[in-house]
Structures are given as structure tokens and as C-alpha cells.
């Protein structure tokens, strides 16, 4: 069973930054993506980041530019690093990896809020 532990959600004011971390129970890399997704109240759960296997990342257009996917092999661990946040960036996060089997993560609340 593949476990994927997110953290490193919170609130924080408008133009601030946050760095989420998803640590996978086995290798990252035996995944044919990693990703980032969002889901806002109301709203459908939408794509904000991907990284494949090869370390080629792809981007929702409102994320480019002030988000950025990374990861670590050698810790099982994927990041999105968030930069000049927005009250539109409001959501519950979930990592996702697919293998093409999908696995999800239990979420992290990320809340934009002056």
C-alpha cells in the first residue's frame, strides 16, 4: 500500500510564501508523474503542478511563474514551493502519484487571508 504524507499547509497573508512537502512510501521515481493538485470549496479538484519521471514539470497557467514542483529522490519527497500568494490560491492541497495506478494524499488546507 502506498502512503503519501502531505504537510506543510497554513495561512498566510496575501504576497507571502509557503512550501509544501509530500513524502511517498516508496521510490518517486518508480511513478510515471508526481503531482500537485488543489480543490476549492465549490469547485472541482483542478491540476497546479506535475513532475515526470524525468524531471520535466508542467505548470496550470495561473500557477506559472510563482510556483514551482521540485523533489528529492533520495527522500521520497515532492515539493511545490508557492510564492506571492493570492486569496485565489485558497485550497485544500493533495499530492498525487501515478504509476498509472493513483494515489493520493489526505490533503494539506492552504488558506490566503489578510
Known amino acids: 500500500q502506498v502512503q503519501l504524507v502531505e504537510s506543510g499547509g497554513g495561512l498566510v497573508q496575501p504576497g507571502g510564501s509557503l512550501r509544501l512537502s509530500c513524502t511517498v512510501s516508496?521510490?518517486?521515481?518508480?511513478?510515471?508523474?508526481m503531482g500537485w493538485y488543489r480543490q476549492a470549496p465549490g469547485k472541482e479538484r483542478e491540476l497546479v503542478a506535475l513532475i515526470t519521471t524525468n524531471g520535466v514539470t508542467t505548470y496550470v497557467d495561473s500557477a506559472k511563474g510563482r510556483f514551482t514542483i521540485s523533489r528529492d529522490i533520495a527522500k521520497n519527497t515532492v515539493y511545490l514551493q508557492m510564492n506571492s500568494l493570492k486569496p485565489a490560491d485558497t485550497a485544500v492541497y493533495y499530492c498525487n502519484a501515478q504509476s498509472p495506478t493513483s494515489y493520493w494524499g489526505q490533503g494539506t488546507q492552504v488558506t490566503v487571508s489578510s
Open positions: 516508496r521510490s518517486i521515481v518508480s511513478f510515471n508523474f
